[in-house]
């Protein structure tokens, strides 16, 4: 997870958006800024050119790295002191692009990974594979 210096990782499971056919997921990390080509096409986040990071032609974003205000997390007793201090701050998370009501979600969850805030930029693609693979 971002920035590329917090030694986080996240491990998730997701069903596949194809039913009838394989697919593979790609991880993407880009330093900041970066450039992406993907654009919505039947409800679906689609990649409409090759990128450096190795998503290529219609690949389906399905998560990226998102940075949201919020309180620290974590059950221990400093973070709940935090919480009821006002102790609010820069988190990030997983924004699932499949439950976005609306592009502009997708847009604002991208344009979330500023300098300020990290170095870089995480996105999971689910690539579709042919049938005989």
Known sequence: MPPSNSGVQARIKFPPVF??????????????????????QKGLA???KDGTGGEKVGD???????????????DGVITTVAS???GIGWQCNLFDVLKAAAWEEVVEALTSNVPG????IVLIFE???PNDA
Do not use: H
């Open 117 to 120: 805030r990290t170095d870089e």
């Open 19 to 40: 039913d009838d056919r394989p697919s593979e997921v790609v991880v993407v990390r880009y330093k900041l800024p970066f450039g992406l080509n993907v654009e919505p």
């Open 127 to 129: 690539r579709p594979l």
């Open 84 to 86: 009821f201090a006002g």
């Open 60 to 74: 389906i974003l399905r998560y990226t790295s998102q940075w949201t205000m919020g309180v620290p997390r974590g």
């Open 46 to 48: 689609i990649c409409t």
